[in-house]
């Protein structure tokens, strides 16, 4: 089944274009997956970028999406547009700055909504009002509700440390996704090639992001194949209307569940996650009773990556 990515933010300059053009490059010549960009950014930067960089392989398509005229045109626009694309496509993924007259709704065509956002203050404000405002989407109950992966760009090495992804600031359930540096290669690579080739910290920043993202992929993969046969697709809904397990008998089919509807939190920065891999390592060890959540162990034997298997665990706790 197609894999349905929407990398958007209300603000520009945040680095979507240039996460959604190297994504897009990392899927089909390293994953070898087929892969189709959808660019309905009229400045069509990211289609640009894949259109005279060396050719990786991608399906790129500069469309418009009718993003002022409200209501559901844009979503009926964008429903046709990626039925096409999902024909041939393992992977599609769309570029989009999110505007305020598009509905919330228009979320529900995809598998995963991804928000690059910076960490300065003027523009975590911005994304968490962003993600307010549609927090009915991310924290619906349906069992289609998009994945929200929340990824920090353009990030200076002084604020790796920082800890500013809290429940207070962002109150809507998300993944956090491993930050992706800030370099002058970021730039100077646009047009030209990919920053999964480039040996510094921007590019094995971005090594790590894209990982991360194939691994959330996986996770919903192995959750719709766990969904209940009959659950019809959430699309078109609201909050209110979609509660289809609210009152259900029907148990949540899968752990993934808990992890992606939980308030997460992790934290920014390589070396920090470092720290609390080996300090729960070593707790592990201490550990000779059998204390270890059942949904931890088995998110352990599905290789899901630390920085997911933490957030499932701790859902209030900041303290990094
Ligand atoms: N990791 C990065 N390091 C340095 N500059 C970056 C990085 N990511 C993006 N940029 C630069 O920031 C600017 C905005 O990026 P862009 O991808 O076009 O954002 P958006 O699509 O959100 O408007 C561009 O000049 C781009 O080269
Ligand atoms: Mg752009």
Not at 151 to 159: D, F, G, I, K, N
Not at 273 to 279: F, L, T
Request: proline share 5%; aromatic share 8%.
């Amino acid at each position: 089944m197609t894999f349905k990515i929407l990398v958007t933010s209300q603000k520009g300059g945040v680095g979507k274009s240039t996460l959604s053009a190297n994504l897009v490059a990392y899927f089909s010549r390293q994953m070898q997956l087929k892969t189709t960009l959808i660019d309905w950014d009229p400045h069509g930067s990211s289609s640009n970028w894949l259109l005279h960089a060396p050719n990786v392989g991608v399906v790129v398509q500069h469309l418009s999406l009718p993003v002022d005229q409200g209501g559901n045109r844009p979503i009926f626009e964008a429903r046709l547009q990626l039925r096409h694309a999902t024909k041939t496509s393992d992977i599609v993924l769309c570029d989009l700055t999110w505007s305020d007259s598009l509905a919330g709704e228009l979320m529900f065509e995809f598998d995963m909504v991804l928000v690059p956002t910076s960490v300065s203050e003027i523009e975590l404000g911005a994304t968490s009002g962003f993600l307010s405002r549609n927090r009915w989407v991310f924290d619906s109950a349906a069992t289609r509700r998009p994945m929200l992966l929340v990824c920090p760009t353009r990030v200076l090495p002084e604020q790796l440390a920082s800890n500013i992804f809290t429940k207070q600031r962002f109150p809507v359930s998300f993944m956090l996704a491993p930050p992706v540096q800030e370099s002058q290669t970021a730039r100077d690579l646009y047009e030209r090639g990919f920053l999964m080739d480039s040996e510094d910290v921007c590019g094995f920043s971005f090594l790590q992001f894209a990982q991360a993202v194939c691994a959330a992929r996986e996770m919903r993969m192995a959750q719709n194949n766990q969904a209940p046969k009959a659950a019809p697709l959430a699309t078109g809904v609201n909050a209110s209307s979609s509660d289809r397990f609210a009152n259900s008998t029907t148990p949540r089919a899968s752990v993934l569940d808990g992890v992606v509807g939980a308030a997460q939190y992790s934290i920014l920065g390589r070396h920090r996650q470092r720290k609390i891999a080996e300090s729960e390592q070593a707790q592990a060890q201490a550990q000779t009773t059998a204390t270890v959540s059942d949904s931890s162990r088995t998110m352990s034997s599905l290789g899901i990556p630390e920085f997911i298997k933490r957030m499932s665990r701790s859902t209030t706790s900041a303290k990094f």
